[in-house]
């Protein structure tokens, strides 16, 4: 039985769309979905009826198959608190959204912001913090590039140059 195993161990796991390391626990592996976070990633091992310390290279093909049901269902099947896209502006039903879904979703939100000219629109097309961040130290673009105080011997070449300026007044 252990060959068995041996032989059906995939190093690398495709669920929802998503490569997944097989030698992490499928807790762990799932959560490199984007969307899916440590609470929601034990959720879906309980609603697939799968042990998460069990590593995700030894899982069968039925229960990769229960694990994206549970990921793809997940509004019907978890509690809304857990979802990350609630009462949608376009249709207002709760859903949970992952990988490039995600993504697109958040990107048309700041546009639309930005298109309305929210504060929060506005702040995301100044380049500045948008949830009420203190500006005065961080946020600045050329962080790590300002020179402080310049030492003596660095500023002491621009002296003689008033001093030239000096000497010119003084001969005419």
Not at 45 to 54: N, R, S, T, V
Request: proline share 3%.
């Amino acid at each position: 039985m252990e060959q068995d195993q041996t032989q059906q161990f995939k190093h690398i796991v495709r669920i929802a769309n998503t490569d997944l390391d097989g030698n992490r626990k499928v807790s762990d592996a799932i959560r490199k979905i984007k969307g899916i976070g440590f609470t929601f990633s034990h959720a879906i091992c309980h609603l697939a009826q799968i042990d998460g310390a069990k590593k995700a290279g030894n899982l069968l093909p039925e229960e990769l198959k229960r694990i994206d049901e549970a990921i793809t269902n997940a509004s019907k099947l978890v509690p809304n608190w857990m979802l990350n896209r609630r009462k949608d502006l376009e249709d207002g039903t709760d859903k949970h959204l992952i990988a490039t879904d995600q993504t697109f979703t958040q990107e048309s939100d700041i546009r639309f912001m930005k298109q309305i000219r929210s504060y929060k629109g506005v702040r995301h097309s100044m380049g500045a913090p948008v949830r009420g961040q203190r500006t005065r130290s961080n946020f600045r673009r050329n962080k790590g590039k300002v020179i402080g105080v310049v030492k003596k011997k660095e500023a002491a070449p621009a002296a003689p140059a008033k001093e030239e300026k000096g000497k010119k007044e003084e001969k005419k």
